[in-house]
Nanobody
């Protein structure tokens, strides 16, 4: 079992930055792909960014060049650095994890593949 706890959300003006953290516990963290998803009110959950155990990253087009995902396998923590924030980035951001088989070359963007989820943290960007 993997437990995930997010932190770092808040209110920020457009153009500002926030750094989200997701602390994992319960199993060998380094075997898991980690990702951030978000869900805005009235919208479906969407993929934001993902990272493999070895550090390969993948981003949604809407956040590419603005957001950076990283992980510290010693501290069992994954981060999402969000720069140049826009009002449309406002959402609840959730951390997720799944055990990634060795044959996969990049992390999944399908939320249904992720079987561990955090409780979410609110990010609000004002215009």
């Amino acid at each position: 079992q993997v437990q995930l706890v997010e932190s770092g959300g808040g209110l920020v003006q457009a153009g500002g930055s926030l750094r989200l953290s997701c602390a994992a516990s319960g199993r060998t963290f380094s075997s898991y792909a980690m990702a951030w998803f978000r869900q805005a009110p009235g919208k479906e959950r969407e993929f934001v960014a993902a990272i493999t155990w070895s550090g390969t990253t993948y981003y949604a087009d809407s956040v590419k060049d603005r957001f950076t995902i990283s992980r510290d396998n010693v501290k069992n923590t994954v981060f999402l650095q969000m720069n140049s924030l826009k009002p449309e980035d406002t959402a609840v951001y959730s951390c997720a994890a799944y055990w990634m088989p060795g044959w996969e070359s990049r992390p999944s963007i399908d939320g249904n593949r992720y079987n561990y989820w955090g409780q979410g943290t609110q990010v609000t960007v004002s215009s």
